[in-house]
Nanobody, 118 residues
Framework: QVQLVESGGGLVQAGGSLRLSCTAS????????MGWYRQAPGKQRELVAT???????NYTDSVNGRFAISRADVLNMVFLQMNTLKPEDTAVYYC????????????WGQGTQVTVSS
């Protein structure tokens, strides 16, 4: 069992930056593909970024070039650096982990609110 706890959300003006952190417990993260998802009010949860156990990253088009996902397995943490934030980035951001050996095993954090004011 993996527990994920996000932190770092908050209120920021458009053009500003935030850094989200995800701290894992219960298992080492080096066996997991990690990701950040977000869900805005009235919308479906969407993928923001992923990072494989080997460090390969992938981003949804709307954040490519503005956001950066990284991981520090020695700390059992994953990060999402968000720059040049826009009001449309406002959402609850969730950390996600999927076991690379047993892909049916996936875990979610409780989410952290990010609000970008115009």
């Amino acid at each position: 069992q993996v527990q994920l706890v996000e932190s770092g959300g908050g209120l920021v003006q458009a053009g500003g930056s935030l850094r989200l952190s995800c701290t894992a417990s219960g298992s080492r993260l080096n066996s997991f593909k990690m990701g950040w998802y977000r869900q805005a009010p009235g919308k479906q949860r969407e993928l923001v970024a992923t990072i494989t156990a080997g460090g390969i990253t992938n981003y949804t088009d709307s954040v490519n070039g503005r956001f950066a996902i990284s991981r520090a397995d020695v700390l059992n943490m994953v990060f999402l650096q968000m720059n040049t934030l826009k009001p449309e980035d406002t959402a609850v951001y969730y950390c996600h982990a999927r076991n690379i050996f047993r892909q049916s095993r996936e875990y979610w954090g409780q989410g952290t609110q990010v609000t970008v004011s115009s």
